[in-house]
């Protein structure tokens, strides 16, 4: 009775640190995402910085607000539960600095 119950809790553990995992490249391709956003790269290079840093099947928009660069990447945890991840980071654009 008991093992079943440890290979239920180890299978939730890997879940989660690998939903986590995720996280972390979500943040750092939105951070990746906005740094080339901000050197006035074109918004296909952006997606594309974001992209090989990103989940697989990652969902990235970037957008500009005023001075500002945003970039928001979103992805789905794998495995049974259906969980909703995301990063986004903001990067003044490199034009706008005096």
């Given amino acids: 009775m008991v093992l079943p119950a440890l ?4 299978m939730a553990l890997i879940w989660g640190l690998m939903a986590a995992a995720a996280q972390i490249q979500c943040v750092d391709a939105a951070r990746a995402g906005a740094r080339a956003a901000a050197r006035s790269d074109p918004e296909t290079v952006a997606v594309a910085a974001a992209r090989s840093a990103a989940p697989q099947g990652a969902r990235i928009a970037v957008a500009r ?8 990447v ?9 969980v ?5 980071a903001v990067a003044l654009a490199e034009e706008t600095v005096r």
Wanted: charged letters at 30%; zero cysteines; glycine letters at 20%.
């Fill in 7 to 10: 290979i239920l809790f180890g």
């Fill in 74 to 82: 979103e992805a789905r945890a794998a495995g049974p539960l259906a």
């Fill in 65 to 72: 607000e005023g001075d500002l660069v945003r970039v928001r």
């Fill in 84 to 88: 909703r991840l995301g990063g986004e």
